[in-house]
């Protein structure tokens, strides 16, 4: 067998719905650990928070953990967030934000590195936001900014 590319050994993983579980996990604890720092918490006081043992929060970080709707949800609550669930097209890097913190980061299809992007928040775009094939919400973020 010859010695497969990254990129096809990337694009054969990504035929695999554990690819996709496991991505969504990975995003999940990311978005998590973050919103723990955020609090200026350690493992061992998220842990408290949760009621269990910081050898537990330790096992959700690695993606270990019992990853059902409810647990997750119960997760970010003990750090006052919520989850948000979005379901986009395939080949298309999609990274929801929080336009409230005056930030949004997204990868451009010809980068691989998170870049930064300054938007204004206005009343405009805080409204409730409806799908739009055409465009996408940097596109509309960048309209009203306008």
């Known amino acids: 067998m010859p010695i497969q590319s990254f990129a096809d050994l990337f694009a054969e ?37 949760l009621g269990v043992k910081p050898p537990q929060v330790s096992k959700i970080f690695r993606g270990e953990g019992n990853f059902t709707v409810e647990s997750m949800v119960r997760w970010a609550n003990a750090l006052d967030c919520q989850v948000r669930v979005h379901v986009g097209p395939k080949g298309k890097t999609i990274r929801i934000c929080d336009v409230s913190e005056h930030f949004c980061s997204y990868t ?20 409730p936001m409806t799908y739009q094939p055409q465009g996408t919400a940097l596109d509309d973020a960048e309209r009203v900014a306008a």
């Open 13 to 49: 993983a990504e035929k695999r719905e554990t690819y996709w579980q496991g991505r969504v996990i990975l995003e999940y604890t990311t978005d998590l650990y973050q919103a723990m720092l955020k609090k200026n918490l350690s493992k061992k006081q998220f842990a408290e928070l």
């Open 108 to 127: 451009p299809d010809s980068s691989s590195e998170w870049q930064p992007i300054a938007i204004p928040v206005t009343a405009e775009l805080m409204a």
